[in-house]
């Protein structure tokens, strides 16, 4: 049988947009297939993000919420509302089921478990471990093989990872405070290169998950995350007895490379189309606006379905990646000052692209000096004599 649509891989990219496209009509008279090697029956991952109340967040199946969020670090401990953001938290295992519910209830759309092992784009055709699945419009691909990150090793590019370890921890005591989370706690050691912190979303006073996160090139042994997150819960949380509920443990790229570009049928989405800012490891909210831009374009008729976004955000994050890659600056440093000189809900807006350019100003004068205008130099050169001449003109953007 042939379908109008394949979606390779059922995580956020691709069921969003099977969603999408049954609530935009798209596929009334055309057929839709989603392939994914796993079952989608597990609670793989939680998503947050913050956003000020809008009708799309609403209908999410959100578990919990918090207006007052808390950032630590070296003599600095700051508790501030989020206002006009909350900052939302919703499980993984909720969202598939939010939405396979949906997709189950339309003739158009078949699911099928599987491992894709191959696209041929000449044939417009999939080859999966069982059998081969062909399309006449186009495949929207979120997977990626290890060589397409190998591939992402450009000497010229930053690439980090953000990776974490965490659990969701119980305890006796009522000592989590369920009003706000922590949003970043920088009372860890530092480490080289790149940021570490911890973070705290509590549920009750009793539950929370508790994460240790760094943003570096180099992965960590299993155990060095385990002991960091012990001694994290033992000595800032003066906490010894608990018992783990659940684990997170985890990572995700970070980098200003291109993950990879569309071929003619075949349209990245997700992580793979660049969805995951740079400098912060979200993209929950990134994600949505691109499945947007694409059903957009897909009722159009149009054929463009590159992630669009401002180009000066792109620098931004590129300077930051540099700063912190490089070492210029250490990540606590950079942090510390950006938090204790600005509000968080500036912040907050400036990560979601929203802020003006006087805003940015502001933010800027708060960095440590020196380090990002080496970085500003150094980003810009590369831009200038790699890309494109119309690099200044982006950038007003
Ligand atoms: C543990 C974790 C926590 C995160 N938390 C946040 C957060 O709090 N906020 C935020 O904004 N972002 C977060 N992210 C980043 C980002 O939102 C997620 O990684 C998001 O799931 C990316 O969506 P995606 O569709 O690109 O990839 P995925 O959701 O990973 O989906 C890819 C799918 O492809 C399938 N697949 C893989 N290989 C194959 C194959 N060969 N054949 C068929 N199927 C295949 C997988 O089973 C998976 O279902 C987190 C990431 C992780 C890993």
């Not at 000052?337 to 979601?352: D, I, V």
Request: glycine content about 4%.
């Amino acid at each position: 049988m042939k379908y109008d649509f394949i979606i390779g891989g059922a995580g956020l990219a691709g069921l969003t947009l099977a969603w999408q496209m049954i609530e935009n009509n798209l596929l009334e008279d055309k057929k839709l297939l989603i392939i994914d090697a796993d079952k989608k029956d597990k609670n793989d991952r939680t998503w947050c993000l913050w956003s000020k109340p809008e009708m799309w967040i609403a209908n999410l199946p959100i578990n919990q919420s918090w207006d007052t969020a808390t950032v630590k670090g070296k003599g600095f401990d700051l508790s501030q509302k989020l206002e006009p953001y909350r900052y939302y938290k919703i499980e993984g295992i909720d969202y598939y089921k939010f939405i396979i519910k949906k997709l189950s209830n339309n003739t158009q759309v078949t699911f099928i478990q599987d491992v894709i092992v191959y696209e041929d784009e000449s044939r417009k055709s999939i080859k999966t471990e069982k059998s081969t699945y062909h399309y006449s419009s186009y495949f929207f691909k979120s997977y990626f093989y290890s060589d397409e990150i190998k591939a992402l090793s450009n000497p010229k590019k930053h690439f980090i990872w953000q990776h974490f370890y965490g659990w969701k921890i119980k305890t006796e005591k009522a000592i989590f405070n369920p009003t706000k989370i922590t949003y970043m706690d920088m009372q860890v050691p530092e480490v080289k290169g790149g940021l570490s912190f911890a973070y705290i979303l509590p549920e009750s006073e009793n539950e929370a998950l508790v994460e240790y996160t760094l943003f570096s090139a180099d992965l960590w042994k299993e155990e060095e995350y385990k002991t960091a997150l012990e001694n994290y819960i033992n000595n800032n949380l003066e906490l010894k007895e608990y018992s783990i509920v659940e684990l997170e443990y985890n990572k995700i790229p970070m980098t200003n490379s291109v993950f990879a570009k569309r071929s003619k049928s075949i349209i990245p989405i997700g992580t793979l189309a660049g969805t995951v800012k740079p400098s912060t490891g979200y993209s929950f909210v990134r994600n949505y606006n691109h499945i947007q831009q694409i059903i957009k374009t897909l009722k159009s008729g149009r054929d463009d379905f590159a992630l669009s976004g401002s180009k000066r955000f792109r620098f931004y994050d590129e300077v930051l990646m540099n700063v912190l890659h490089t070492g210029k600056s250490s990540g606590h440093e950079v942090f510390g000052s950006l938090y204790t000189k600005n509000k968080l809900s500036l912040l907050l807006k400036f990560l979601n692209e929203d802020t003006n350019l006087l805003e940015d100003l502001k933010i800027m004068n708060t960095v440590p000096k020196w380090a990002f205008i080496k970085a500003v130099a150094e980003e810009l050169f590369e831009s200038v004599t790699t890309k494109n001449s119309e690099f200044f003109t982006d950038l007003q953007r």
